[in-house]
């Protein structure tokens, strides 16, 4: 398994790279299909005989919401008073009370969880230096994930949170952020960001405690599922969920930061 993790890394993040450097139309794309398979798989993880989010529905609802980050979130507030309205009325034609909450609820978490959250990516490349910053969000956070793997491996004694994710300890943690650190204060150097160390050591700090929090959050689906991953397509990894858990954290994080402290 480390094997086929590591030739996923060795094959993905050069293409990543590429995709966000050189950006549209490819980069939204690439966004977009990564949303919508997300979406998916939050939906197969959430069905159960109780409950059976509206896929079709969730699908429209995602991709409009990534597509929207390209008005700049103008239509946001509009948008999901749509998907909220136009999910319940769907419902109500399916001519199903019974599970019909449940279904509902579970339809408008993965649009949000996964649709929304992601249009960050758009909403950051669309910054001044806005491929930098997508650079620093994406690859601080895949050090905080390998730090974290690595270090929990060799040294990891102490459990962080064994009813949630078994095989994360409290040494990974401490190694994951110190990973997140370092690459934050390495990639605003490199890419030249508008930052002083400090505000690159905070940034690192707080990319380190959300990208876990992320992937903690993903863990307590996964384990409420009763599954061990979200999917099969990422040899190594799992399924997109499984790679986006902390990213769609650390995204929002980035691009408020930005915003509100840098900016």
């Not at 794309?29 to 993880?45: D, I, K, N, P, S």
């Not at 909450?101 to 669309?126: C, E, H, I, K, P």
């Not at 009813?163 to 890419?191: H, M, R, T, Y």
Request: glycine share 10%; proline share 3%.
């Amino acid at each position: 398994m480390l094997g086929a993790r590591v030739l996923s890394a060795l094959v993905a993040i050069p293409l990543l790279f590429i995709v966000i450097w050189f950006g549209d139309p490819w980069y939204s794309l690439v966004v977009a299909g990564c949303a919508l398979w997300g979406v998916l798989e939050f939906y197969h993880l959430a069905s159960s005989p109780q409950v059976r989010p509206l896929t079709l529905f969730g699908i429209l609802g995602t991709l409009l919401l990534v597509l929207n980050a390209h008005a700049e979130g103008y239509f946001t507030a509009p948008l999901i008073s749509a998907v909220v309205l136009f999910s319940l009325i769907w419902l109500l034609f399916r001519f199903e009370v019974e599970g019909a909450f449940n279904n509902w609820l579970w339809t408008l978490a993965g649009m949000l969880y996964v649709g929304w959250l992601l249009s960050y990516f758009v909403l950051l490349r669309n910054l001044n230096q806005g491929r930098e910053w997508v650079l620093l969000a994406l690859f601080s956070t895949f050090a905080v994930d390998t730090c974290a793997f690595f270090v929990g491996r060799v040294w990891g004694r102490h459990k962080l949170a064994p009813l949630i994710s078994p095989g994360k300890s409290w040494e990974g943690a401490v190694g994951g952020l110190v990973g997140g650190l370092v690459a934050s204060l390495a990639l605003a150097f490199v890419l030249r960001l508008p930052m002083a160390w400090w505000q690159a050591l905070f940034l690192g700090l707080l990319v380190s405690v959300f990208a876990q929090l992320g992937d903690l959050s993903e863990s307590m689906l996964k384990r409420s599922a009763g599954v061990k991953d979200a999917g099969k397509l990422i040899p190594g990894h799992g399924g997109i969920l499984d790679r986006l858990d902390s990213i769609v954290f650390t995204v929002v994080v980035v691009y408020y930061y930005v915003v509100w402290v840098v900016a």
